[in-house]
């Protein structure tokens, strides 16, 4: 018997927009999704054309997520969307969500994840009550590596963690580009429709994921520093924070999307008692682990010493360089087999959703006071 | 109107093959290409298993090429595969090419092209009369930086060129794994299905198609060693060889597969005489120029100053690595565009193919003689 | 007429010591000076056999500072020490760096300057009222790159100075070897002899250092966490601080002796609005370069673009590798062309010193406290 | 009882020479060796000048070697020189250090020792009667690392050996400097001076040594092409040899001079049947070692994994770089400790002149004819 692939519906990622084509790619590369509907833009000629560049049925390209939703409920559930992947901008993600899953759809969520804690919180509830799968697309936690990192922590190869270092320099926005008509820039920089944190929100809840998922650690405390550099700029380009670890370790963060020059340097570090590693999304093949009486060592996508799971996630032999529509593709994989109820490797959920959204709030409220220390909530 | 995608049927690739899945992933990528028909294995059950779980239709997963090739015939022609990927070993590159194209279809076929020159020669009249597409598997002339290489090359930045260095270090055939039941070390030396170059024809074709296609160069004559290193087996594992250009530029050659612990170390530095490149396929988004009276440069993926044909390429921005696969892809991306006809990147095509089997043949030849340069056929 | 070397009396240094022998080094390279006296031990023994060893007359191996002032003083000018090179530990550096001064001498004194802020200022006082040359081996500093990364953002290659990142990890306190006989690690976490700072004296003052020398900025606040990680242990292993320059700039310094497997990893990043540099102590010999519109480049030692002052001071064409002795030994070459009156380059001095203990000062103080922001008094 | 540094005399190395301060600096760094003599120059005011700005007495300021020998053989033995540098361009190396072996100093010569064969064995003959010490100049091979990687081969830790890649890319030469008064260029490319190899014999010998030595195989045959790429040169700028070594394992060895915009790039990789070691001169503080069957491990300079005599060569702890003056000075040592009779590391002598001295005549004799395979005398 032939398995067919999921069918996915998108909300976003009309033409231009550069994160709905990275979704439609990651769907695609293994063969576990196929799209067949989509609600790409408000604007009625945009839609149409995105639908017909990508092959769809003119009657599955939607104006709007409510007609998919009500479009696809009245397919059989053999045709009908398996998920909707929602790639719009930070404002429609926590009411599209709720729409979707409460239709009884699997959700793909682009991050950040909601607003604020409110809305945040209101999708782990929708997602609590319907039983529906969702990922969050923090893509960069589903490099295999950043999984071989985290074993390796889990294991207490490392010893006792006692320093976390994130940082996630960008210098795309290092000029005021925002009102120039850059659609990426434009929305990113309006609280309105990016929510509370620029930066902060973009990819410092990024970073911050990413820090809590591989050194298995919670911050319990911060103390930060939220700057707006380009003059006129609504929200912060440049995020700097203390982390304070529950036992003890201690972390530095540090985003920002006016590092001139910078590409898409996330970096993170961990240091325990015994060793120490580091990994760079710009080079993330590679896995270096220092240890503290013997050389180092460069674990390799692909090669030998691997945890037999991440080995598993490779799609090419160690040397065939693998990148980053690839971890995207692997947050789809993850989420496809979740769906099938087959046993699979763990993606960012709707728990990584509410965890950064009261980071995000930690940090601006932090930022605005006096108080050294803010508590996170867990 | 919709533009649907292009049509794909595949031969080989069954279930455990490597660059099948390589292949289905690259036509999969940006959605100009959709697998509806394969004869993947000459194992009936093989076949099948791997027909179903890529959700073929029973119908179009064919025993053999030739099947595939009428059974598609009798489709309408809105129906039918445009092309054919042809992804066996080596000795049947050239009889299913031939045919593939005579019955009118588009050939992507994998490298090294053919068993030797008259084979080579074949296929490239079968194209020649049919005037059908034809792409060659050589892929790491499709990773986007290589093209930027190749434009500043031919633009003069680097001056005259003098020095042509390129190696390609393997390290997986360090052991005597061919007898083991490794089906792609077994194949790959046994020289009626590999052709009269192991290593030379596996990975040094690459390295000599990189190395003229950047430098813009013909190599007129050779002087190579070729080795077999390990026990037992039949075929070259090491290959050096020193070459001379046309114009006098000098060049050296090293490709081997037992140099331990190397994964997939292809690498190109071209010299001329104001300054030199370098890049390096496992760290494949940067290329780096050097000066002679100023500081090297880092070009980079997606990053300034780059010809606008080149960055057009890319995916993703700057700092998000794409990697082998999307290198893959742009072999397909460019295969669909001359095949709709559009204005396109140029691909490896048959007289690649040709040139590197001129190559493989002069090697073997020098090789065996006392000769100390032996002439490569233009 | 011949040019005779300077004459150093070194106190400390004796057997198994770390950084009197670097000074020894650094002071013969270039042959700028010739060690001629010494008090290396308090330990009699001990002094006297570093003496011999280093080829010193038994009659200028003293036993003490006061005795070797006496006995220098005795001689003729012309055969008497010129200056006196201080590497004992912390808490001896002012009473020995003002009896030096007070007594004629030129001093080259060991960093952390002081113990506190009263003491660096008792320092100054002497250096102002004696007009002798005194040079801080804070010798990262003398590296040609950092003067070239110095000259570069002074001259507003950068644009606008935004952010000052600078870290410095270690990892050879990592474990509890305080306590077991190891005397470099001893004496360091003993706030008697080393000061208020453990970790924070010892490499935190070189990383702030670092940072205001070349970008140029004051730190007008300052915000910090200051860790002891190995229990039982007196001093800080560990900062993290948050730093506000004036003008805006935004900066974090990470510093940590308890980083595993770390080696001596100093690093400085200084982004402006137009583009950014980075330099780490481990690869010394070239600077980077990051721009907003051009490829980044690769600013080498001995190699073309760096200002004529910074190429002079390299000894061997680029490509031949200069390290930590060649900077180290780039303070006594810049100490001695002052001693001489001839034109030089500049060197850390007590200003430097001075500044680090107000750093010092600003951390314990705001780490102990609830205060967010701390002055730092300039 | 006081240990008084050995006292050296030189030969050449006047105002504005590169190499002869490299030895000064290096004799000086660890305090083995003091200068008291010198001939720098057959021009007398450069000569008086040189010995001046040393500190020199001017008595030991000679006008020719010649003179040196006679005026040191006239002084008390404990006053005398111990050894003579000779450090002037390669015809007069072999005349040189004859006399001065003979006059029974020892001798530290730079690379290439000798024009030709017939010359190297005489200087051979030399130490052999007068069983002086002799030291050449094959500073590469002191790098400690060299000698970690000597040891990781020679206890077979790679397996047997059967790749050796040696490269050495400067591009100093990719103009036609030579005439133009530039003093380094213009010796080296003029057979009379130079010998019958230009960068063959200047950094070709390096290379070739450093593959001998590190692999401890004897390459018994070689196949080579010299260029001369800059119109008007009179010797190669270019040398490119496939080498066949003793027990089968195969070499490249590529050395240039006009790679435009390379600096001093030395890099030996070697692979065995188990793993492979890498070391490039420009970053000299970490040796790569890669294996078939773990992760790849960095052994760093000062760190962790180091055999105990490799350790004990370093003057500073891990993460501080050494380089190219430090390594030059190991050289010294181990000279120095020969002299004095105490246990020491192993240092290049006469062997490897006379080694290199065939290797420069069976690449010329190759490259002139049409034989392929031309044996190297042993």
């Given at each position: 018997m032939s398995r067919q692939p999921l069918r996915l519906g998108m909300v976003g990622g009309g033409e231009g927009a550069f994160i709905g084509a990275v979704h439609?790619?990651?769907?695609a590369l293994d063969g576990d999704w196929r799209l067949v509907a989509g609600s790409f833009s408000s604007d009625a000629g945009r839609n149409t054309r995105t639908g017909d560049a990508l092959g769809l049925i003119p009657q599955r390209v939607y104006p709007t997520l409510d007609a998919m939703i009500a479009g696809e409920q009245s397919l059989p559930a053999d045709q009908r969307i398996d998920a909707v992947a929602i790639v719009t901008p930070n404002y429609l993600h926590a009411p599209m969500a709720i729409a979707a899953l409460d239709a009884g759809f699997h959700v793909m969520c682009e991050k950040p994840m909601a607003m604020n804690v409110a809305e945040a919180e209101a999708i782990a509830a929708a997602v609590a009550d319907t039983g529906r799968q969702f990922a969050l697309a923090f893509t960069y936690a589903a490099y295999p590596l950043i999984e071989e990192a985290r074993l390796r922590v889990a294991r207490g190869d490392l010893g006792t963690v006692r320093l976390v270092q994130v940082e996630y320099l960008q210098g795309w926005l290092s000029q005021s580009i925002d009102k120039g008509g850059n659609k990426q820039a434009e929305w990113r920089t309006d609280p309105a429709r990016a929510g509370a944190g620029g930066c902060l929100g973009d990819i410092g809840t990024h970073a911050f994921q990413l820090a809590e998922h591989v050194s298995g650690l919670r911050a319990e405390t911060l103390c930060a520093d939220l700057t707006t550099h380009v003059a006129g700029r609504r929200l912060d380009d440049d995020v700097s924070a203390l982390l304070r670890f529950t036992g003890g370790a201690r972390g530095v963060l540090k985003v920002t999307q006016v590092a001139a020059g910078e590409e898409n340097g996330l970096k993170l570090r961990i240091h325990g008692t015994r060793g120490?590693?580091?990994?760079?999304?710009?080079?993330?093949?590679?896995?270096?682990?220092?240890?503290l009486d013997r050389p180092a060592e460069l674990v390799r996508a692909g090669g030998p010493g691997l945890d037999e799971s991440v080995a598993a996630q490779f799609r090419t032999p160690s040397g065939h360089p693998e990148g980053y529509i690839e971890a995207f593709a692997n947050l789809y994989r993850g989420f496809a087999a979740a769906i099938r109820g087959e046993s699979h490797q763990r993606f960012p959920d709707v728990a990584d959703g509410l965890r950064t959204s009261r980071f995000v709030e930690a940090v601006v409220t932090n930022a605005a006071s006096d108080t050294k220390w803010s508590g996170i909530e867990n």
């Amino acid at each position: 018997m032939s398995r067919q692939p999921l069918r996915l519906g998108m909300v976003g990622g009309g033409e231009g927009a550069f994160i709905g084509a990275v979704h439609r790619r990651a769907a695609a590369l293994d063969g576990d999704w196929r799209l067949v509907a989509g609600s790409f833009s408000s604007d009625a000629g945009r839609n149409t054309r995105t639908g017909d560049a990508l092959g769809l049925i003119p009657q599955r390209v939607y104006p709007t997520l409510d007609a998919m939703i009500a479009g696809e409920q009245s397919l059989p559930a053999d045709q009908r969307i398996d998920a909707v992947a929602i790639v719009t901008p930070n404002y429609l993600h926590a009411p599209m969500a709720i729409a979707a899953l409460d239709a009884g759809f699997h959700v793909m969520c682009e991050k950040p994840m909601a607003m604020n804690v409110a809305e945040a919180e209101a999708i782990a509830a929708a997602v609590a009550d319907t039983g529906r799968q969702f990922a969050l697309a923090f893509t960069y936690a589903a490099y295999p590596l950043i999984e071989e990192a985290r074993l390796r922590v889990a294991r207490g190869d490392l010893g006792t963690v006692r320093l976390v270092q994130v940082e996630y320099l960008q210098g795309w926005l290092s000029q005021s580009i925002d009102k120039g008509g850059n659609k990426q820039a434009e929305w990113r920089t309006d609280p309105a429709r990016a929510g509370a944190g620029g930066c902060l929100g973009d990819i410092g809840t990024h970073a911050f994921q990413l820090a809590e998922h591989v050194s298995g650690l919670r911050a319990e405390t911060l103390c930060a520093d939220l700057t707006t550099h380009v003059a006129g700029r609504r929200l912060d380009d440049d995020v700097s924070a203390l982390l304070r670890f529950t036992g003890g370790a201690r972390g530095v963060l540090k985003v920002t999307q006016v590092a001139a020059g910078e590409e898409n340097g996330l970096k993170l570090r961990i240091h325990g008692t015994r060793g120490g590693l580091e990994w760079s999304q710009m080079e993330p093949n590679t896995l270096t682990l220092r240890w503290l009486d013997r050389p180092a060592e460069l674990v390799r996508a692909g090669g030998p010493g691997l945890d037999e799971s991440v080995a598993a996630q490779f799609r090419t032999p160690s040397g065939h360089p693998e990148g980053y529509i690839e971890a995207f593709a692997n947050l789809y994989r993850g989420f496809a087999a979740a769906i099938r109820g087959e046993s699979h490797q763990r993606f960012p959920d709707v728990a990584d959703g509410l965890r950064t959204s009261r980071f995000v709030e930690a940090v601006v409220t932090n930022a605005a006071s006096d108080t050294k220390w803010s508590g996170i909530e867990n």
